[in-house]
């Protein structure tokens, strides 16, 4: 059983490296932000709630998304396995989600980090803001903000992964497939 956090900065490929993961694995797909944004699409309290946050590029509560993880660990408990992207985002998440499996009999396999600099996220993020009608993709102010909530409340989680011997860095930068190909090799080790 694969159990990956799939770990990096906004635009550093989570979201499209999770997809060809899923497509070799057949694991669940845990993305927090497309969760949120199907709240937001269903126009539920917790979306309204959230889009507030979201739309200024700022983190939403942690027991909100502890929440939903649950839920959906427990909705498939019959899976191979799961891709956590965008989650945990704050070291409280990341020790709610070892508690979490442990209920479970689960544990996370592996942290694989994507390495990504602020210039080239800026660059992809708004050039998919052309397109994907997502309000945090729409200016570098916004984008900066996301980046330096990464860097202040996220980023540490890597720490949590490295004490327990369970973190790799590789670069993000460079063709999706051979970057494909490097976390197929480290999932495969
Ligand atoms: P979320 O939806 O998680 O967004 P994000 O982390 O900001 O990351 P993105 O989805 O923008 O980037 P990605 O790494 O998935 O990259 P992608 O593959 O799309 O979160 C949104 C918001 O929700 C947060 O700001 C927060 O408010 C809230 N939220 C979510 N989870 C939360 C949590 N756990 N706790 C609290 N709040 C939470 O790629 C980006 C672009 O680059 C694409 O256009 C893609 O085609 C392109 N690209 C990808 N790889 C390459 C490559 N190798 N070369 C060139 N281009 C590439
Ligand atoms: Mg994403």
């Not at 497309?34 to 590029?57: F, H, W």
């Amino acid at each position: 059983m694969i159990n990956l956090v799939l770990f990096g900065p906004p635009g550093a490929g989570k979201g499209t490296q999770s997809e060809k993961i899923i497509r070799k694995y057949g694991l669940i797909h845990l993305s927090t932000g497309d969760l949120l944004r199907a709240e937001i699409a269903a126009g539920t309290t917790l979306g309204l709630e959230a889009k507030q946050l979201m739309d200024q590029g700022i983190l939403v509560p942690d027991a909100v998304v502890i929440g939903m993880i649950e839920n959906k660990i427990k909705e498939n408990q019959t899976a191979p396995g799961f891709i956590f992207d965008g989650f945990p985002r704050t070291v409280a998440q990341a020790e709610a989600l070892d508690t979490l499996l442990g209920k479970f009999n689960l544990s996370i396999s592996n942290m694989i980090a994507l390495e990504v600099n602020e210039e080239v996220l800026t660059n992809r993020l708004l050039e998919r803001g052309k397109t994907s009608g997502r309000p945090d993709d729409q200016n570098e102010d916004l984008i900066r903000k996301r980046v330096q909530e990464y860097t202040e409340k996220t980023a540490p989680v890597a720490n949590f992964y490295k004490a327990q011997n369970k973190f790799t860095g590789i670069n993000g930068i460079g063709e999706i497939e051979a970057i494909f190909n490097e976390i197929v090799a480290i999932l495969e080790a």
